[in-house]
């Protein structure tokens, strides 16, 4: 079965960065795209960016561009999210998510567990 | 961006009852619009895509419907599993985004 199973909780400073990952298993890792998507407390979900696991093309989200970076292993079947220059305002659980079925870049059918990032003084 | 919003955020629903649970989009969207649950501490579930496709192994009582702005999610029968947060999504344009969600609780 599918699954992607994202590292732990990070508590980092403000200016740091964070650097996530998201391991898949149960398909083919390079046919699909996989996201990050981020959920502050309280708040609607936000779109990060995507990478297609097989070219390692990204696209990210402009509110994020220049501090996001997304990168993918392909030997280890796993994708990494950094997030630099950390606001206080990064503070949110972090997904990982893939889509429906290859090719698809738009529909988040299968998610990883989420990774809480808090960033604090 | 394509902001969307729904309504209400928060429906008070009795078990047995219906709910509907309404999202607009501020432009158009055509059908390219999905829903998610999310329940505390877990990750959003697919429910619907396309606006009326249920995901693999969503129950029949859940429903899409809408077209351009405009979508509603039904669900009938409502079943104590059911209570949580549902989001809308609009996958037409980038970025994706998503609706600020609508929390059905149990009246």
């Known amino acids: 079965q599918v699954q992607l199973v994202q590292s732990g909780a990070e508590v980092k400073k403000p200016g740091a960065s964070v650097k996530l990952s998201c391991k898949a298993s149960g398909y083919t890792f390079t046919e699909y795209a996989v996201h990050w998507v981020r959920q502050a407390p309280g708040q609607r979900l936000e779109w990060m960016g995507w990478?297609?696991?097989?070219?390692?093309?990204?696209k990210y989200s402009q509110n994020l561009q220049g501090r996001l970076t997304i990168a993918r292993d392909i030997s280890a079947n796993t994708v990494y999210m950094e997030l630099s220059s950390l606001k206080s305002e990064d503070t949110a659980v972090y997904y990982c998510?893939?889509?429906?079925?290859?090719?698809?870049?738009?529909?988040?059918?299968?998610w990883g567990q989420g990774a809480l990032v808090t960033v604090s003084s | 961006e394509i902001v969307m919003t729904q309504s209400p955020a928060t429906l008070s629903v009795s078990p047995g009852e219906r709910a509907t649970l309404s999202c607009r989009a501020s432009?158009?969207?055509?059908?390219?619009l999905a829903w998610f649950q999310q329940k505390p501490g877990q990750a959003p579930r697919l429910l619907i895509y396309v606006a009326s496709t249920r995901a693999t192994g969503i129950p029949a009582r859940f429903s899409g419907s809408g077209s351009g702005t405009e979508f509603t999610l039904t669900i009938s029968s409502l079943q104590s599993d059911d209570f949580a947060f549902y989001y809308c999504?609009?996958?037409?344009?980038?970025?994706?985004?998503f609706g600020p969600g609508t929390k059905l609780e149990i009246k």
């Open positions: 990478i297609n696991a097989d070219t390692g093309i990204t």
């Open positions: 432009q158009d969207v055509r059908s390219n």
């Open positions: 999504q609009q996958y037409n344009n980038w970025p994706l985004t």
């Open positions: 998510a893939r889509g429906h079925y290859p090719g698809d870049y738009v529909l988040l059918l299968f």
